[in-house]
């Protein structure tokens, strides 16, 4: 079971249902339905530009500092003079980390570049003026996207990145915890997102198998095991 969930042909085949659950509008719209009431979004645009600097950027920056950390921590390993076998250990997952929280956000903002998929906010459903069309039913109807950059979900990615901490050099408790705080971040993050019409639920599902998928193929590239101390 434990091999099964660290194979990343099992989130790569997750991110393709993201891609079919984004064109079946109904799913979208089910799970949206709580965050537009009488027209108006949970999230009011006037409360973004208040809290944004809390809630929208300074987790982008604490995700950075953390990316930072973890490249200090390679860094170091790489030029140590003396090597230590303790520190050592740490080399690969540190490198691991760098990649996922690194490679995420950016796949996804290439994703997003190339769907075509406007944002709910711009749809005619939620006072938009585009129809509410998937990207898969947009090739199969058109051959060709729209103009929109809306999923998969950007920002709830760096959160879902973190996951990759699972694979520091840490008791088990603590890599369960490292697990979950990224699961949780980029939850919290991506329903910031969902409560502002920026994302349906579907952009932010697929922006975790994104993650996952990129975090257990760079633990094989990089040819490491989660290692559990005691």
């Known amino acids: 079971m434990k091999k099964c969930l660290e194979n990343p042909l099992l989130y790569a085949f997750a991110v393709s249902l993201g891609f079919f659950l984004e064109s079946i509008t109904a799913f979208d719209c089910f799970f949206q339905a709580p965050f537009f009431r009488n027209g108006e979004w949970f999230l009011s645009r ?4 208040e809290w944004k600097s809390i809630l929208y950027t300074a987790p982008k920056i604490v995700i950075g500092i953390i990316c930072g950390v973890c490249l200090l921590i390679f860094l170091s ?9 303790t520190f050592t250990t740490w080399q690969k997952p540190a490198l691991l980390a760098v990649v996922s929280i690194s490679l995420t956000p950016l796949v996804v903002a290439t994703l997003k570049s190339v ?6 906010v711009d749809l005619l459903p939620y006072g938009g003026e585009f129809p509410h069309i998937g990207f898969l039913k947009q090739l199969y109807l058109s051959g060709q996207v729209s103009g929109g950059r809306s999923f998969p979900a950007g920002h ?6 973190l996951m990759a901490l699972y694979y520091l050099p840490l008791s088990r408790l603590k890599k369960k915890a490292l697990l979950f705080t990224g699961l949780i971040a980029g939850w919290l993050m991506g329903l910031y997102q969902m409560g502002r019409g920026e994302h349906f639920l579907s952009h932010t599902l697929t922006s975790m198998f994104i993650a996952l998928a990129i975090m257990t193929c760079a633990a094989k590239l990089i040819r490491i095991q989660p290692i559990n101390k005691p």
């Open 46 to 49: 006037a409360f973004h530009n």
């Open 77 to 85: 390993t790489v030029f140590q003079k003396r090597k230590n076998g």
């Open 115 to 120: 769907t075509g998929v406007y944002s709910p």
């Open 156 to 161: 709830a990615s760096g959160g879902f990145a």
